[in-house]
C-alpha cells in the first residue's frame, strides 16, 4: 500500500569503440564526455594534457580493490578535477604537485574552507529536513493490519463478500488485541526502531497472522503484514529516509492515529480504503523528537554533515567548470586493454 518509493542506482563505466561516457564511481558522480582516440602503446587514456598509462590503472586498482574499469574511471576523473584545480590552485606549491597528489590536495583544501565557515541558518534548516527523524520527528503510529484487496470495477457483490470477511477478521483478532494490550512491545533501540525496511519482532505478530488463517477467504485476495512507523502527514519514519507526506493512504493513517487513545493493542473497525477493507491493530507509539537550533548544531557539527555536504558541492563546480574546457580521450582499444590488465602488487604510477 506504499504510493512512493526511493530507488538508488550506482553510476558504471561504459566503453565504447567509438564513442563513450565515463560515469564515476561514490563522490565522482559527475558524467564525463570522453572521445575515442588513438593513444601511443601503454597509454589507456588522456585527459587535457594528462596522459594515463595502463602502469597507472593498475596501481589504482590494486591500492583500492577496484576493478580495472573502474579504476581507470577513477583516475580519469582525478586527472579532470586536477585540471580543473590547476585553473585556481590554492597555493604555489600546487602547480608543481603531481596530478593525483594535486587533486587530493585540492580535496583537503575544500574540507577545509567547508569547516572554517560558520553554519547558517538556511544550512541548518536544509541539514534537518534531511535528517528529520534524527533532529524534528513527529509522533509515529506502529501497526499490524489485515485487507481483503479490491479494485475500482469489481462487481458488488465480491465488495460484500470482502466486508464480511474484514468483519469476521476482526472478531478473531479480539483475542490478539487483548494479548498485546497484556503484552508490552519490545525494548529497542531507536535505531533499530527506525531502520530503514526493518520490521521488529513482535510477538503479536505471530498471533495476528494465526487468527487471520482461521478465517475463510474464498476466492478473495487477502493481504495481513505490519507496517513501519507512521506519522499523521503519511510519511513513513526511517532514518535515512526522506519525509514523503502522504506516502500511504489517507484513510489508513486516519484510523490508525485514532487508535492512539486505545493504546496497544488498539483494533480498529472495519477501515474502508482505495485499496479494500481493512482492520488495523495500533502496536506501538513512538515519542515525538524535536532538538533545539543548539542542539542540531551540535549534533550536524559532530557528524560533519555540512561540512562534507560544502565539500560535495564545491567539488562538483570544479568538475562541472573542468568539463566545459578540458577534452577527455579514451584509447579506442580501451576494453582490451582492461581485459588485459592483470591486478597484482601495486606497481609504481608515472
Known amino acids: 500500500m506504499k504510493l512512493s518509493t526511493v530507488a538508488t542506482s550506482l553510476s558504471i563505466v561504459a566503453l565504447m569503440a567509438v564513442t563513450l561516457i565515463l560515469f564515476a564511481c561514490g563522490e565522482n558522480s559527475t558524467p564525463v564526455a570522453a572521445q ?14 594528462d596522459d594515463i598509462s595502463v ?8 591500492a583500492q580493490a577496484l576493478s580495472p574499469a573502474a579504476a581507470l574511471n577513477e583516475v580519469v576523473v582525478d586527472a579532470l ?11 604555489s606549491e600546487s602547480r608543481s604537485a603531481a596530478r593525483r597528489s594535486l587533486a587530493r590536495q585540492m580535496l583537503l583544501e575544500l574540507h577545509a574552507q567547508s569547516r572554517s565557515r560558520p553554519i ?14 534524527y533532529l524534528d520527528r513527529p509522533t509515529g503510529y506502529r501497526s499490524y493490519h489485515v485487507v481483503a484487496m479490491l479494485k475500482k470495477e469489481d462487481a458488488k457483490a465480491k465488495r460484500e463478500k470482502a466486508l464480511a470477511f ?21 525494548e529497542r533501540s531507536e535505531a533499530q526502531r527506525f531502520r530503514v525496511g526493518s520490521r521488529p519482532y513482535d510477538p ?9 488463517e482461521t478465517v475463510e477467504k474464498g476466492d478473495l485476495e487477502v493481504t495481513s503484514q505490519g507496517v513501519g512507523v507512521l506519522a499523521v502527514d503519511g510519511s513513513v519514519i526511517e532514518h535515512g529516509a526522506s519525509r514523503y507526506p502522504g506516502a500511504y493512504d489517507a484513510a489508513y493513517v486516519k484510523a490508525v492515529v485514532e487508535l492512539a487513545d486505545s493504546g496497544r493493542g488498539g483494533l480498529s473497525e472495519v477501515v474502508e480504503s482505495q485499496f479494500g477493507y481493512h482492520v488495523i491493530m495500533l502496536l506501538e507509539i ?11 548544531l551540535a549534533w550536524l557539527k559532530e557528524r560533519k554533515i555540512i561540512t562534507v555536504q560544502r565539500s560535495k558541492e564545491a567539488y562538483a563546480a570544479i568538475l562541472q567548470s573542468a568539463r566545459k ?26
Not at 83 to 89: E, F, I, L, M, T
Open 166 to 186: 474484514a468483519k469476521k477478521a476482526r472478531e478473531a483478532l479480539l483475542p490478539v488485541a487483548r494479548f498485546a494490550r497484556e503484552t508490552p512491545a519490545p
Open 81 to 91: 578535477f586536477a585540471q580543473g584545480a590547476r585553473q585556481d590552485p590554492p597555493t
Open 36 to 49: 575515442s582516440a588513438q593513444l601511443r602503446e601503454g597509454i589507456v587514456a588522456r585527459v587535457g594534457a
Open 55 to 62: 602502469a597507472t590503472v593498475r596501481a589504482v586498482a590494486t
Open 286 to 296: 513512538t515519542p515525538p523528537k524535536t532538538l533545539s537550533r543548539g542542539e542540531r
Open 120 to 133: 547558517g541558518a538556511e544550512e541548518l534548516d536544509e541539514a534537518t529536513k534531511y535528517n528529520w527523524t
Open 325 to 350: 574546457t578540458v577534452t577527455v580521450e579514451v584509447a579506442a582499444n580501451a576494453p582490451a586493454l582492461m581485459d588485459l590488465l592483470s591486478i597484482g602488487s601495486a606497481a609504481a604510477a608515472p
Open 204 to 212: 503479536v505478530d505471530t498471533k495476528f497472522e494465526a487468527a487471520v
